[in-house]
């Protein structure tokens, strides 16, 4: 199977509703006929209904942010994965900013994949090591043990996607090198297929994130082990996040 190319946008905790529609309709035509890749925006809640109509009839896919594992129920300002899967095909789950900020452990986090893959969802699951993890070469034993935890009891499938997101990389403009970050794709590669099997490691997209710009992009994605990137800062604005899809495109359709 080949690895169609994913390029998704993260907008964290940006945007109003006007500004996410404003930002939609600057790239939406543009961005709908790059064919070679797939395209992932993930808005704020608030947004997904409204962005879900923008992109009716487009080859653009929308995602959440986040989600709680219970389909409902006495939870307080949670949104639940049958709230999603409405308007929603993917769902970022584990991010670095989940796991520090909001005390996300990598139980909850796998209480989380399954119940997104229960409801039809394609989960979106970051991992990465601290600065002083890599600092002291534990990136390995680091990642491996959150994929160990997070797909714990988890039964081998392709409605997956992984982000490798060094969390030193991440908003600080010090992106890893594209040789570092396919080395540590490619670990990840060797641990799915001990946990799960070779096949589905081969087929699944590993993506890279941490300070992707239209600048540094070409250097990730033209690492085969890369298929991709979970781009933050840089998908805010229109034509950078453009220029990142296309240069996307042009290398991985070489
Ligand atoms: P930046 O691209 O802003 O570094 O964020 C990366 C990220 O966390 C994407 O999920």
């Known amino acids: 199977m080949m690895r169609i190319p994913f390029i ?3 907008w964290k905790m940006n945007t109003t509703a006007a500004e996410a529609e404003k930002l939609v309709h600057d ?3 543009r961005l709908d006929r790059i064919e070679e890749v797939e395209k992932v925006l993930c808005p704020p809640f608030i947004s ?4 879900r109509e923008l992109l009716k009839g487009s080859s653009i896919k929308l995602g959440a942010q986040n989600m709680w594992f219970e389909t409902k129920g006495a939870y307080t300002g949670e949104i639940s994965p049958l709230m999603l899967r409405e308007s929603c095909e993917f769902v970022i789950l584990g ?5 520090r900020y909001f005390g996300e452990t990598d139980e909850i986090i796998n209480k989380k994949i399954k119940a997104a893959l229960e409801n039809k969802l394609k989960p979106i699951l970051c991992v990465g090591e601290r600065l002083e993890e890599n600092e002291a070469g534990r990136t390995e034993e680091v990642i491996g043990r959150q994929l160990n935890q997070d797909l714990n009891q988890v039964k081998p499938t392709h409605n997956i996607v992984i982000a490798y997101e060094p969390i030193w990389a991440i908003g600080t403009g010090k992106a890893a090198s594209g040789e570092q970050a396919a080395a540590t794709i490619k670990f990840i590669r060797d641990i799915l297929a ?10 699944l997209r590993i993506l890279y994130g941490g300070s992707v710009t239209s600048h540094n992009i070409a250097e990730f994605i033209s690492q085969p082990e890369i298929d991709g990137a979970l781009v933050g800062g840089s998908s805010l604005e229109a034509e950078e996040f453009l220029s990142i899809v296309n240069q996307t495109a042009e290398i991985k359709g070489d």
């Open 27 to 29: 790239m939406l035509d």
């Open 48 to 51: 997904l209904v409204t962005i």
């Open 8 to 10: 998704a946008g993260n």
């Open 95 to 99: 991010h670095s900013e989940r796991r």
């Open 194 to 203: 001990e946990l799960w099997n070779k096949g589905i490691a081969q087929d």
